[in-house]
């Protein structure tokens, strides 16, 4: 399949809605083109080069046009894929573009691996204070991968796994590493908190 390319530097994760402002003439293009076609666009993953994967996206909304042709666009992740070709610009474009080769993806996994992502899940949330909503039911291993304090090569490692089992035991490893450092990061910023108020001290019997 050949889709136009949007390079940035984030993981545009299936299912997920993104907030993204435009203003390049070269992207300002394309997504004029995207609305006159009603097709779709890739978002490329840029760490200091462009790398081989990204997310094909559709456009739900957009929210707001300014005077000067930027928007403020809303993106749905769709499929993720591999580029196979990259021709900057595409013929008569501003934008690049390319042939890309969609990655299979297995959704099944296990309920017990399903219920212990959820109980670290829950706890990692909790302690990154997240006020959002959260149903278990419907969560997956996309769901809040933005907010779990992954690296941008860990977040493109997740997108290259093919299935969600694989991605689970992946998150499940971030969580068992991150829960303990984010709890010592709090018992400190609590001791730290005691540093320069009168505290009660009982009396010791010795």
């Not at 559709?58 to 591999?82: Q, S």
């Not at 304090?149 to 969600?164: C, F, I, N, R, V």
Request: aromatic share 12%; net charge neutral.
């Amino acid at each position: 399949m050949y889709l136009p390319f949007f390079p940035l530097k984030l993981v545009a994760f299936p299912g997920e809605e993104l907030n993204l402002h435009i203003f390049e003439p070269r992207y300002k293009e394309l997504l004029s083109d995207i609305e006159q076609s009603g097709g779709t666009f890739g978002i490329c993953v840029y760490l200091d080069k462009l790398s081989s994967f990204g997310t094909e996206v559709a456009l739900e909304k957009i929210n707001k046009r300014y005077d000067d042709g930027r928007l403020d666009i809303r993106p749905r992740g769709l499929r993720a894929f591999r580029i196979l070709s990259f021709d900057n610009p595409m013929k008569d474009k501003l934008y690049a573009g390319g042939t890309v080769s969609f990655l299979g993806d297995d959704p099944k996994i296990p309920d017990f691996l399903h219920h212990e992502f959820v109980f670290y899940l829950k706890e990692m949330l909790r302690l990154l204070n997240f006020q959002g909503e959260f149903d278990p039911g419907k969560a997956n291993s996309y769901t809040f991968a933005h907010k779990l304090g992954l690296k941008l090569e860990e977040e493109l490692e997740l997108l290259q796994m093919g299935s969600e089992s694989a991605r689970t035991e992946f998150l499940i490893r971030h969580f068992k590493r991150m829960i303990p450092v984010i709890k010592a990061v709090e018992q400190a910023r609590e001791k730290i908190k005691l540093n320069g108020h009168f505290k009660h001290l009982d009396p010791l019997n010795f």
